[in-house]
């Protein structure tokens, strides 16, 4: 065979073998179009047409694994991740098991499987992410910032972030360093209601109540019916002397939960500020229904039938 046909032979072995590489598999890449634009059963669909052809590469199990944990089904997720890691380490395997045994609970394999991907790609923010949030439930808050200031680091656009961030300094009981990165979190989502909240209590513990109220506020526009906000802001409202404001927003907790203990004997503190008594042993005795036990001191004090009448008299 003379030189020339040698090289056409060559050539066409090339092809050939480009043209059935794994990742050139057509179907494979309508898979990861599809898994793009969110249409992750139709993703899934075309992955088991690429297996069809090739059942031996592990990033057709990783991109099946990815969509099945978008739909929720996290068991084949992990069958397929399984199967992945078998053929051959994979950061994204690595990585997304780590997640699941995360969810799960099962922190020494999630672990395991973090530091994994972490060898093998220690730029990913969302990996430093999850390995941040895995050391903050192992207690280790200290690495746990460490971690989230390098995915901070590497991608500075994701809010939630900067919102553990705060956490971690708000925990440390620094609150002006959480609150800029609250604020930080906060100029790249203004819908976060969390960081809102969160924010605000820093400000309360910096005696800054106007402030607080203001971020309450715009909390409950995000979320009307959150009843620790209500029942934060109308705290801060009784800081500066808004009687009437914190009565409203124990109304509308009891309005929102009819059970909540604490609203009805907050509420029955405030009554009595305004010398309405009947109507805060009312709440004080609902309380201590609900299992608020402070609220029977109050009711000794101030619900004793002779102590009430001489209210009204005194009242009269």
């Given at each position: 065979?003379?030189?020339?046909?040698?090289?056409?032979?060559?050539?066409?072995?090339?092809?050939?073998?480009?043209?059935?590489?794994?990742?050139?598999?057509?179907?494979y890449n309508a898979a990861l179009k599809a898994y793009k634009e969110g249409k992750y059963q139709t993703s899934i669909t075309y992955v088991e047409q690429a297996l069809q052809k090739d059942d031996a590469e592990p990033e057709f199990y990783v991109l099946r694994a990815k969509a099945n944990y978008k739909i929720g089904n996290k068991n084949l997720a992990m069958e397929d991740l399984n199967k992945s890691i078998e053929l051959g380490a994979n950061f994204s395997a690595y990585h997304l098991r780590g997640k699941l045994f995360l969810e799960k609970n099962e922190l020494d394999k999630a672990k395991t499987?973090?530091?994994?991907?972490?060898?093998?790609?220690?730029?990913?923010?969302?990996?430093?992410?999850?390995?941040?949030?895995?050391?903050?439930?192992?207690?280790?808050?200290?690495?746990?910032?460490?971690?989230?200031?390098?995915?901070?680091?590497?991608?500075?656009?994701?809010?939630?972030?900067?919102?553990?961030?705060?956490?971690?300094?708000?925990?440390?009981?620094?609150?002006?360093?959480?609150?800029?990165?609250?604020?930080?979190?906060?100029?790249?989502?203004?819908?976060?209601?969390?960081?809102?909240?969160?924010?605000?209590?820093?400000?309360?513990?910096?005696?800054?109540?106007?402030?607080?109220?203001?971020?309450?506020?715009?909390?409950?526009?995000?979320?009307?019916?959150?009843?620790?906000?209500?029942?934060?802001?109308?705290?801060?409202?009784?800081?500066?002397?808004?009687?009437?404001?914190?009565?409203?927003?124990?109304?509308?907790?009891?309005?929102?939960?009819?059970?909540?203990?604490?609203?009805?004997?907050?509420?029955?503190?405030?009554?009595?500020?305004?010398?309405?008594?009947?109507?805060?042993?009312?709440?004080?005795?609902?309380?201590?229904?609900?299992?608020?036990?402070?609220?029977?001191?109050?009711?000794?004090?101030?619900?004793?039938?002779?102590?009430?009448?001489?209210?009204?008299?005194?009242?009269?």
């Open positions: 065979m003379n030189l020339i046909k040698k090289l056409s032979l060559l050539s066409y072995l090339i092809f050939l073998y480009g043209c059935v590489s794994s990742l050139e598999i057509s179907e499987d973090l530091r994994k991907a972490y060898d093998l790609n220690p730029r990913f923010s969302e990996l430093l992410f999850d390995l941040g949030y895995l050391e903050f439930v192992n207690g280790e808050s200290q690495l746990a910032l460490e971690y989230y200031k390098e995915a901070a680091r590497y991608d500075s656009r994701n809010a939630k972030t900067y919102v553990n961030i705060g956490n971690l300094y708000a925990m440390m009981g620094e609150s002006k360093i959480a609150i800029d990165n609250y604020s930080k979190a906060l100029v790249l989502d203004t819908t976060d209601g969390i960081a809102l909240y969160n924010r605000a209590n820093e400000k309360m513990i910096l005696e800054d109540i106007n402030g607080a109220i203001e971020d309450y506020n715009n909390s409950l526009k995000i979320d009307s019916s959150n009843t620790n906000t209500l029942i934060m802001l109308a705290e801060a409202k009784l800081k500066i002397g808004d009687l009437d404001g914190a009565l409203s927003n124990y109304n509308s907790i009891i309005k929102i939960d009819t059970t909540f203990a604490k609203a009805y004997f907050l509420r029955g503190v405030s009554q009595v500020t305004l010398e309405e008594y009947g109507n805060a042993c009312k709440d004080f005795k609902r309380a201590g229904e609900l299992g608020y036990f402070e609220a029977y001191e109050m009711i000794k004090k101030y619900c004793d039938k002779k102590i009430l009448n001489k209210k009204k008299k005194v009242k009269k």
